[in-house]
């Protein structure tokens, strides 16, 4: 693909260094539909990467904008913090109909704030204030968001540097298959818990994801959730599952943790929830544990009313019947799945393994640097995929669920190509 050099000036030197995404695609998108973007020239981008998991649905889901566009229309309330109004009745109608229902799920809803790290930060306030302890236990190479109480449970040394302060009441726990299977499960873990010299304050609540998405693809098996499971019982801890990427349908059921067969006391969810990209995050609890007082937590942006309308509609359309979707989902992962295992074959003596579930998936790289060059490269060759891991060395793949397998194919024909040009 030939890209002219578009005009990043007003870029450049009004906004501020800390933009990251615009580094690795530097062209200035314009319009986008489906799994499709196109910056101001006209150039075409397959996309790989869903607003970082915010786009499950795909760009301007011709569904989801029409009910958006209808409710704009009619003037419906647009902002109204956690006021009751029509749009915010028909998204919890939906979400337990739908979604909480048919799982047996119990949770109430909580609307915190419009973005992950808000249902995060107010997922560790609530177990806090319930257990009356400070402590949140954690997990290697986590990432819970950017604010300071979600930085404070999450691994990643560079994004942890930018506190400025000490992260304090956090205590990190080897993840699932951390040590390469040379110890039991929580063997560690259980026996901080039991020795009174360990120093481990009793915590609160243990805080996991399923995979860990920006730690580099770590899937967690159903086993060792489990077992998580069980320790967080037994201990009188709260098991919070963050599933704010990878929940609503990214790895198949509508919540990641549905395969292993527990029920979470907290479970953030966000990015996805309102279908359409629009900022929307969820704090879902058991009921013994909504302790709150009114006002207690709240936020001037809590009630997106536009992200209710969409978020109801997605619910509507994709997940009535949820084991369509799950199937689908499913199957596209299979063709992920056979196409990298051909790449790794392809590239043996660079390539240390790809892992995923779902439609998240990873491809780990033994040179460090190798990943970065690759999505380079399949940025010049029209695919947008990031990398994650502690060090960038994982090329992720994050396609909108609703991407068709030929898209798909197109997708991974490039993704290899890349490889082998950076080889």
Request: hydrophobic share 40%; net charge negative; proline share 5%.
């Amino acid at each position: 693909m030939t890209i002219t050099q578009p005009d990043l000036s007003v870029f450049e030197t009004l906004e501020s260094e800390v933009r990251s995404y615009c580094r690795g695609w530097p062209t200035v998108f314009d319009r986008a539909q489906g799994s499709r973007m196109f910056d101001e020239d006209g150039h075409e981008y397959l996309d790989f990467f869903a607003g970082a998991g915010s786009l499950n649905y795909g760009h301007n889901n011709p569904v989801l904008k029409r009910a958006l566009i209808d409710y704009l229309e009619r003037d419906g309330v647009v902002h109204g913090l956690d006021m009751s109004t029509t749009a915010k009745r028909a998204f919890l109608e939906s979400f337990q109909n739908i979604i909480l229902r048919p799982r047996d799920l119990p949770y109430k809803v909580m609307f915190p704030g419009p973005t992950g790290t808000n249902a995060v930060e107010s997922a560790l306030k609530l177990a806090r204030k319930v257990k009356g302890r400070e402590s949140i236990v954690s997990f290697t190479n986590a990432f819970h968001g950017m604010s300071l109480g979600s930085l404070a449970v999450t691994g990643n040394a560079f994004k942890r540097a930018g506190a400025g302060i000490p992260l304090v009441h956090g205590t990190p726990m080897p993840f699932d298959n951390y040590l390469d299977g040379q110890t039991p499960d929580f063997i560690w873990f259980e026996r901080l818990l039991e020795d009174q010299g360990s120093g481990l304050n009793q915590p609160a609540a243990v805080i996991v994801e399923t995979v860990q998405g920006e730690g580099g693809i770590n899937v967690a098996r159903t086993e060792w959730l489990r077992k998580l499971a069980d320790v967080c019982e037994r201990w009188d801890m709260l098991l919070i599952v963050d599933d704010i990427q990878m929940g609503c349908g990214r790895t198949g059921a509508f919540f990641s943790f549905e395969e292993a067969g527990i029920t979470p006391d907290i479970v953030t969810v966000s990015k996805s929830i309102s279908g359409y990209g629009m900022p929307m995050s969820l704090c879902l609890f058991k009921p013994e544990l909504d302790v709150w007082e009114p006002g207690e937590h709240n936020g001037t942006f809590r009630g997106n009313n536009p992200a209710f309308v969409t978020a109801a509609a997605a619910l509507e359309t994709y997940w009535t019947d949820g084991s369509a979707m799950e199937k689908q989902t499913r199957a596209r992962g299979e063709q992920v799945e056979q196409a990298l295992s051909a790449i790794v074959d392809e590239n043996r003596a660079e390539i240390k393994e790809f892992r995923g579930r779902g439609l998240v998936w990873g491809i780990e790289f033994l040179d460090k640097d190798r990943a970065s060059a690759v999505a380079k490269r399949a940025f010049e060759l029209g695919l947008l995929i990031e990398t994650s891991g502690p060090e960038g060395e994982v090329v992720k793949l994050l396609p909108a669920l609703t991407i068709t397998p030929d898209e798909l194919d197109e997708g991974l024909r490039t993704l290899a190509r890349a490889v082998r040009e950076t080889a």
